[in-house]
């Protein structure tokens, strides 16, 4: 999984002396550095983009960095996003519903959650399977007392959009972020 | 030949269309802006002014006059609130400006400020989270996460000048005690900029869908209530529907005044018209927008 933080993509493109994701010019250069990086991995790598260093996020920035990102690379690689205030998050909900789009975040004690637009039995499924690790379907539907075509469904669009991965007919989040040694931009 | 403008004895939203009509259209002659007997005014008359005296530089090549207001009080004010500096470039000045030296903890939460591209809104978020947290907390009882979307709506408010008026504008952001209806202490957020204004800025791409309803105020509607921007990117256009949802939440009032159109966000303790057509042409955008304390806020003190 590919680490990147935001603060230091922001000094590194555009100041050292800014420490707020705002206008969308910034968002801009931000994006585009991202995507430099990822280009150096494979598709299908996990992206983690890491907000803990981040103090205000407009809307615009959200929009460039989140929306933008999402829609031009979410079928190629799942994205986790890191350490989000509540007003992050708030800024994030809001454009991500404009795109219909969801992402997985995970705070800093290690819980996995999704924001963004995603139909009430989708983010059922989630939170199961967040608490359990993986499942199968079937484990999925008794889990939430679920009809097993709502609980497969649900799996199906969760998976299309990259919210979670499939492994031998069992299904569950994106492996969860650890820092620790390994490569980081 | 000088035509007189006498600025409102008490200068904000309420009397900003009465100014608006003494502006006029704009014609060959010279403009005295007349403020002695000014007793107040508020952020968004403060800036409604400079853009007058703008629009004055870009068309006649030549400063408007300005007699500042008598009351040695309401001149510190306009001092203390930063606007002699900007003023000067646009405004042959008439009266003793008074000197104040730069306070810490105030009622003006942000002065006057220019901005013209996203460092200065970089710049403008900066300083409202270093400066204005504390206050917005204490005095407002806003949380943390309303502290920062008030940065956030901040943001995208300046930023519709860098986008969309082709040219400079200004913020200043103040508390003060909302004495009309509400009776609370509120912040103040006014945004202006003599620019093209909403209608020019969607023309191309919103005229031809219209037709013969195009004006400012079907502009505004686009902008604020469809979230319509100028730019094919979906992504675009969400500013304004963003502070519309912040200012929502928190009993918030939003303002946007372009041409000869307001739109109006009006919470429960205003009494204002949700869209106002036909009004005197101004310059460019103005936006307003209020934010009253919430349960936990501190009293106010000076009375406005």
């Known amino acids: 999984m590919r680490h990147i933080d935001l603060k230091d993509v922001l000094q590194r493109t555009v100041s050292d002396g800014y420490g707020d994701l705002v206008t969308r010019r910034t968002g801009q250069a931000v994006r585009q550095a991202i995507e430099r990086d990822l280009a150096l991995d494979g598709d299908g790598q996990t992206a983690a983009i890491d907000f803990g260093t981040v103090r205000c996020l407009d809307l615009s920035c ?80 008794r889990r939430l007392d679920l009809a097993p075509e709502v609980a497969r469904a649900a799996l199906d669009e969760l998976l299309e959009r990259g919210l979670v991965v499939a492994n031998a007919g069992t299904y569950g989040p994106p492996a969860p972020y650890r820092a620790g040694p390994g490569p980081a931009v | 030949m000088t035509r007189v403008v006498e600025v409102p004895t008490h200068f904000d939203d309420r009397t900003f269309d009465q100014f608006a009509d003494g ?34 530089v870009e068309r006649r090549r030549e400063r408007a006059l300005l007699t500042l207001p008598e009351d040695r ?65 204490r005095e407002l009882g806003l949380e943390a996460q309303a502290t920062m979307g008030f940065a956030m709506a901040l943001s995208e408010a300046c930023q519709n000048i860098v986008e969309h008026a082709g040219t400079l504008g200004w913020v200043a952001v ?38 013969d309803r195009w004006s400012d105020g079907t502009a505004l509607e686009a902008a604020l209530v469809q979230g319509v921007s100028r730019f094919r990117d979906p992504g675009r256009g969400q500013g304004l529907a963003g502070i519309r949802r912040y200012l929502g939440r928190w009993s918030g009032k939003l303002s946007v005044r372009s041409g000869t159109a307001r739109f109006t966000l009006v ?23 209020i934010i009253p304390a919430q349960n936990g806020g501190a009293a106010g003190h000076a009375a406005h």
């Open chain 1, 62 to 141: 959200a929009d460039e960095i989140v929306g933008r990102l999402l829609r031009e690379q979410g079928a190629a690689r799942a994205f986790v996003l890191l350490n989000l205030t509540a007003a992050h998050r708030e800024a994030i909900q809001f454009v991500l519903e404009r795109h219909r789009l969801a992402v997985v975040v995970q705070d800093a004690g290690g819980a996995l959650d999704v924001v963004g637009a995603l139909p009430d039995a989708a983010r059922r499924v989630f939170g199961a399977l967040a608490q359990a690790g993986t499942a199968a379907p079937e484990d999925v539907a």
């Open chain 2, 23 to 56: 502006v006029g259209a704009g014609g060959a002659e010279r403009l005295l802006f007349d403020a002695h007997a000014t007793q107040w005014a508020s952020p968004y008359g403060l800036l409604g002014l400079l853009v007058a005296g703008q629009a004055q």
């Open chain 2, 174 to 211: 103040q508390t003060y005690n909302w004495r009309r209806t509400l009776k609370r202490r509120v912040v103040v957020i006014a945004v202006a900029d003599a620019g093209i204004g909403f209608r020019r800025s969607l023309e191309a791409t919103q005229a031809k869908r219209y037709g």
């Open chain 2, 73 to 137: 009080d309401v001149a510190h004010y306009w001092a203390r609130a930063g606007f002699f500096r900007q003023a000067a470039e646009y405004f042959e000045l008439h009266g003793k400006v008074p000197r104040v030296a730069a306070s810490g903890e105030s009622d003006v939460l942000l002065e006057v400020t220019p901005v013209r591209g996203a460092d200065d809104v970089h710049g403008v978020v900066d300083r409202i989270q270093q400066r204005a947290a504390a206050i917005l907390s």
């Open chain 2, 267 to 289: 919470p429960p303790w205003d009494d204002d018209v949700p869209l106002a057509h036909g009004l005197a042409e101004f310059p460019g955008s103005q936006v307003l927008m």
